[in-house]
């Protein structure tokens, strides 16, 4: 089996209760008091129980070394977000297609948040390539998915998610980044029941990966895209060029088509380019 993404084994996990939920079956959610980061905990259950169950949940209200793309860090104040990690079983899921884990996640995410925050509409909730969701022109949350791979199928994904919920403030560096659901809206909001809005999201989003409609995914992802149809400025890692162009979408293998000069499309891969706001 290959294995993307692994980390290191973690010591023991301080368990603090343990619940079902209405996600996938079987349904395992474990909630931690504080973990460094739930999906590194969630692979480390995988990596010494192969047979954990499609559906489990690891939960927590201090995450301390919450994870990225590359070497991006996720802020989260004790108690004040929603961190948890999912572990799906996508089996039927071909490695090409692998990115509509990526489409599954967001939409899932974005649905439980309006299905629970009607008024969070009015503030403009997109999808922005590659995994983050915005509200507001800012990050609310970022997305992180680490896959187990054999032959051409996955046969397992851990997902994390991170939602800036409750939070107050951000580092100066943040500031004008990033945004909470509290500084939005105005009021604090419940977790627990944002979090189950979010996990019967998945429940029926999931439902169209299972049958292999991953052309639905899509169309409902573009929907939601980030300055789709717009023209930003991009800045290129490998030579530091900076760019003009406009957002065309995003293709199945998750690479970013933008339309360049005399409309010609070029597709980035992750880590190849930034946005510039």
């Known amino acids: 089996m290959k294995v993307a993404n692994t980390v290191p084994k973690t010591g023991p996990l ?5 619940k079902t939920n209405n996600l996938l079956t079987p349904k395992v959610a ?53 961190t948890f990690s999912l572990l799906l079983r996508p089996d039927r899921l071909a490695v090409n297609r692998i990115f509509s884990l990526t489409q599954l996640t967001s939409l899932a995410v974005l649905d439980g948040l309006l299905r629970y925050l009607p008024d969070l509409e009015s503030h403009d909730p997109r999808i922005k390539w590659p995994n983050d969701l915005y509200a507001g022109g800012r990050k609310i949350g970022g997305i992180l998915i680490q896959n187990g791979l054999r032959g051409d ?60 409609d991953v052309d ?35 293709d199945t293998l998750g690479r970013l088509e933008l339309t360049m000069e005399q409309d010609r499309v070029e597709r ?8 510039l706001h």
């Not at 301080?14 to 343990?18: A, D, E, K, N, V």
């Open 153 to 212: 199928r996955v046969q397992w994904s851990v997902v994390g998610v991170g939602i800036n919920v409750n939070e107050r403030a951000f580092p100066p560096e943040l500031r004008q980044s990033a945004t909470s659901l509290r500084l939005l809206l105005g009021r604090d909001i419940d977790k627990a029941a944002l979090l189950d809005a979010i996990f019967e999201a998945f429940s029926r989003r999931n439902r169209l990966l299972e049958s292999g």
């Open 30 to 82: 474990r909630r931690f008091a504080r973990l460094g980061s739930t999906n590194a905990a969630l692979l480390d259950s995988l990596q010494r129980d192969e047979q954990l169950p499609a559906g489990t949940v690891y939960i927590t209200d201090d995450q301390t070394a919450g994870k990225g793309q590359g070497t991006n860090r996720w802020h989260s104040s004790p108690a004040a977000n929603l």
């Open 216 to 250: 639905a995914l899509n169309t409902a992802y573009h929907r939601w895209l980030y300055r789709r149809e717009e023209r930003v400025d991009f800045l290129r890692l490998d030579d530091g060029r900076r760019f003009n162009a406009r957002v065309r979408g995003v």
């Open 14 to 18: 301080p368990l603090r209760s343990c």
């Open 268 to 275: 980035f891969e992750l880590r190849t380019l930034r946005w």
